[in-house]
């Protein structure tokens, strides 16, 4: 990863008064980082609403929460299509599994971790980014997108077989998601003027990201977490340290920047130009269209 000499992050806080009541959405926000993103906004005044599978943060009466299955683009467009996005300040994408050692697919014919960690940011995102911000005046804070992967590591995917049906491996399938990711992030800081855009690249944090392809409460999944977790920093941490970033007025005008670990602004993948993510985009678009003709 290559840092980006161009700017700079270096808002350390985050205060009462620029968090409270603020509209927050965090796609993916009922477990791990999206979780800890969510506690750590709530508990700073902002009003959040998380979307996932399982609710666990009850106790907050600022935190709402809506039910999804995410590996279903039905349910991203069902979801993407009910969201006030005109009246978002803040749109989090956290939602993601890992490959797991045997291809799984979905109901609607998409390999499972193509679906849940990247093509239903695509499908949403479709959907919500030309509405946010719009009726705002001149002035006012711009709606922000940033969308968690693993930006800035070089990869760029390939879109040959994207949706793994000719052959299948879990790591090159997983970084067809990381790349996609990112691109989203490209992408759409060309393309919407109305939002700003940004990549996350947490590192290492010690979560349940990795259970489809270790094995839930297996003993390489405890033996691997448990050092993933000795080393690196909790969700908790990793939130408090990069939440400042999502209201930092140093992001300004700097649509399309992406951020390692410690929130230092990072070069993008090299080779991800605009032929490269228009062809991803394409291929992606091609699966997407077959999980929708599954329901004819
Ligand atoms: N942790 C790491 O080391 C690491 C490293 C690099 C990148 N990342 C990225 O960070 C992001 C967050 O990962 P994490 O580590 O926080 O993982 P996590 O603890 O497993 O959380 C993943 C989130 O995705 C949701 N989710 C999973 N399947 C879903 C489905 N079918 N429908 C709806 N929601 C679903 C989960 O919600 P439910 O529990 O409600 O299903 C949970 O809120 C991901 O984009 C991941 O790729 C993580």
Known sequence: MKKDPSFQFKTTSLTRSTVAGKRVVIVGGTGGIGRAFSRELAGLGASVLVVGQTFRDTDIPSI??????????????????????????????????????????????????????????????????????????????????FLMGYPGGGQNGSYDDLNAERSYKAMPVHMNTVAGNEMLVLEGAKRWANASFYGLNPGLIKTNIRDNLLGQGSFKSRVLEGLIGLLTPTPQEYAKRIAPLFFAPELDGHSGAMFDRKGVAILPSSGLTDEHIGRFMAASDTVIQKANRAHH
């Not at 991203?76 to 005109?86: F, G, K, N, S, T």
């Not at 799984?104 to 980014?129: C, F, H, K, W």
């Open 64 to 145: 709402e929460f809506w039910n999804a299955d995410l590996s279903l683009m039905r349910e991203a467009q069902r979801i993407a299509d009910l969201l006030p996005a005109e009246e978002l300040d803040l749109l989090i994408f956290t939602t993601g599994i890992f490959a797991s050692p045997l291809r799984q697919e979905t109901p609607e014919g998409i390999e499972r971790d193509l679906a849940v960690s990247y093509l239903n940011r695509r499908v949403m995102l479709q959907s919500i980014a030309p509405r946010l911000g719009a009726g705002r005046s001149a002035g006012q804070f711009v709606p922000r997108v």
